[in-house]
């Protein structure tokens, strides 16, 4: 019996050094943020204008000025919502969901960031990495799905950034997924409407 409280002890203290480690480490980033998302009436279709913040973690930045592509994803998803029992609860029915993504990698010879749209193959090249960090971040007139938009009234747009580890290297690919060096998504942000 006294064996299984001590290794009971043992756990106990692990973990609670981890949480405490965890917790302290300066090294860890607070995450993606979108700062704002707004949603504009444009003649007759809507568009939407948003700011997100990427601080990135000295491990994703290692990666990256060692020429390791990263990839991010800006997910999109607009909703209806519909108040059942005097709005005590909510029946959302997700209309569309799209997903922007972009590759940011590092080129050494030119010492250039370059930005590429990976739906489009549309590429921008950046003096810095904060430039390009802010390109990203800034979406700028994105057209909205018109069909969905006809009567706006209980239209939800949900916003949300965050790194794409399945595009990483496979030798990275494992450790990034458990660590919380690349745990950077941004929590869903719901965008003002006009």
Do not use: C
């Amino acid at each position: 019996m006294d064996f299984i409280m001590s290794a009971y002890d043992i756990v106990k203290r692990f973990v609670l050094f981890s949480v405490v480690l965890l917790l302290s480490s300066g090294s860890i980033a607070d995450g993606f943020k979108v700062q704002s998302a707004q949603v504009r009436k444009v003649g007759n279709g809507y568009i939407l204008n948003a700011n997100i913040e990427y601080p990135l973690t000295p491990r994703v930045k290692e990666a990256l000025s060692n020429g390791v592509p990263i990839t991010f994803q800006q997910q999109l998803e607009l909703s209806h919502s519909t108040s059942l029992l005097v709005k005590l609860w909510q029946w959302e029915t997700i209309l569309w969901t799209s997903t922007l993504r972009y590759e940011l990698r590092y080129h050494a010879l030119s010492e250039q960031f370059v930005l590429k749209a990976l739906d489009t193959g549309h590429h921008r090249n950046f003096p810095s990495l904060a430039s390009a960090l802010s390109a990203l971040g800034t979406i700028s007139s994105l057209n909205l799905p018109p069909e969905y938009l006809s009567d706006t009234d209980g239209l939800v747009l949900k916003i949300r950034s965050g790194l794409d580890l399945h595009a990483l290297p496979t030798p990275m690919r494992p450790g990034a997924l458990i660590s919380t060096k690349w745990q950077l998504t941004s929590p869903w942000t719901i965008a003002t409407w006009p």
